[in-house]
């Protein structure tokens, strides 16, 4: 599967973002989704991921409560919204996919999008 990620962009802190995923293949449906993000300096984290039905997500503590994984498999596509966004959110986020459980090594993944909050 190839996957495209956009949305990225400068935002204030206080504000919103979303991010889209578009993925290439008839098998996307099959396919556990995650939205990675690395900060310059640090590893590559895991901050949401959704199973391939949508009704199981996972969300790293730190965003919780500010940001949702959505999927529409009839578009091939993965969504992050992201509200109350704080300078700490700045990263390049990448989306990534996966078969099995929601947490694990990640397998395809696509070009990262930016993402600049400033305070």
């Known amino acids: 599967v190839q996957l495209q990620a956009s949305g990225g962009g400068l935002v204030q802190a206080g504000g919103s973002l979303r991010l889209s995923c578009a993925a290439s293949?008839?098998?996307?449906?099959?396919?556990?989704m995650g939205w990675f993000r690395q900060a310059p300096g640090k590893e590559r984290d895991l901050v949401a991921a959704?199973?391939?039905?949508?009704?199981?997500?996972y969300y790293t503590d730190s965003v919780k409560g500010r940001f949702t994984i959505s999927r529409d498999n009839t578009k091939n596509t993965v969504y992050l919204q992201m509200n109350s966004l704080e300078p700490a959110d700045t990263a390049v986020y990448y989306c990534?996919?996966?078969?099995?459980?929601?947490?694990?090594?990640?397998?395809?993944w696509g070009q990262g999008t930016l993402v600049t909050v400033s305070s």
């Open positions: 990534a996919a996966r078969t099995g459980v929601l947490t694990g090594p990640y397998d395809y």
């Open positions: 293949g008839r098998t996307f449906s099959s396919y556990v």
């Open positions: 959704i199973n391939s039905s949508g009704f199981r997500k």
